[in-house]
């Protein structure tokens, strides 16, 4: 059974602290996604990366970066948390090819900046 | 750049009648689309997706959706809804060139006993 698995289903920080969400797909997926749900405006997408150390900024990359250093593993960094990051961080991996391509996602890790 | 909107951000509707929830896309290249439903609290499971064939696809949960390309609509439906498909649905395309997904804004769906 496929599975992407983040490491946390709830997470309170404080302001200005370095927030480190980790992802683990089983799947060997190239593809692997962060996303952030905020009420009435869906997924947005954070960065996403085809490739070990690669990475793309999606819509709202600002205040946060990425790691992969594994195929399998894509780490989320808030480097200073911010009460406007409080919301639902969704991860995400798929294949690479086209015809046969889904995201699947984890459970989601819902944070909050007190 | 492409692009899904969800008509509707809440629909609600009795156990036991038909739901039809909307999506339209705008693309300028091959389109690939998918609907996923999020249960409280869990991330998003695959209903169904189009990538090519058969314009009428047929998804888990009794769920299915027509591809209306003269329409640039992916409209979701279920004859007969149950308690239990109380949830949020989110319509979203694929992108070849960005290799990226893009999702609509999402409709939550109430049934009501």
């Known amino acids: 059974d496929v599975k992407v698995t983040q490491s946390s289903r709830y997470l309170v920080k404080r302001t200005g602290e370095k927030v480190f969400l980790e992802c683990v797909q089983d799947?060997?997926?190239?593809?692997m996604f962060w996303y952030r749900q905020d009420p009435g405006l869906g997924l947005r997408l954070i960065y996403f990366?085809?490739?070990?150390?690669?990475?793309e900024k999606g819509d709202i990359p600002e205040g946060y970066s990425v790691s992969r250093e594994k195929k399998e593993r894509f780490s989320l960094i808030l480097e200073s948390a911010s009460t406007n990051q409080t919301s639902m961080y969704l991860c995400?991996?798929?294949?690479?090819?086209?015809?046969?391509?889904?995201?699947?996602f984890g459970q989601g890790t819902r944070l909050t900046v007190v | 750049a492409q692009s899904v909107t969800q008509l509707d951000s809440q629909v609600p509707v009795f156990e036991e009648a038909p739901v039809e929830l909307r999506c339209n896309y705008s693309s300028s290249v091959s389109v690939y689309l998918f609907w996923y439903v999020q249960y409280p609290n869990q991330g998003l499971q695959l209903l169904l997706k189009?990538?090519?064939?058969?314009?009428l696809v047929k998804g888990i949960n009794g769920f299915e959706a027509e591809f209306n390309k003269s329409q640039t609509s992916f409209h979701l439906r279920k004859p007969s809804v149950h308690i239990s498909d109380t949830a949020e649905y989110f319509c979203?395309?694929?992108?070849?060139?960005?290799?990226?997904?893009?999702f609509g804004t999402g409709t939550s769906l109430t049934v009501i006993p």
């Open positions: 979203a395309t694929f992108s070849n060139t960005g290799n990226q997904f893009y």
């Open positions: 990366s085809y490739d070990v150390k690669m990475k």
């Open positions: 189009y990538l090519s064939g058969s314009t």
């Open positions: 995400a991996s798929s294949l690479w090819r086209l015809m046969n391509t889904e995201a699947f």
């Open positions: 799947m060997d997926h190239e593809n």
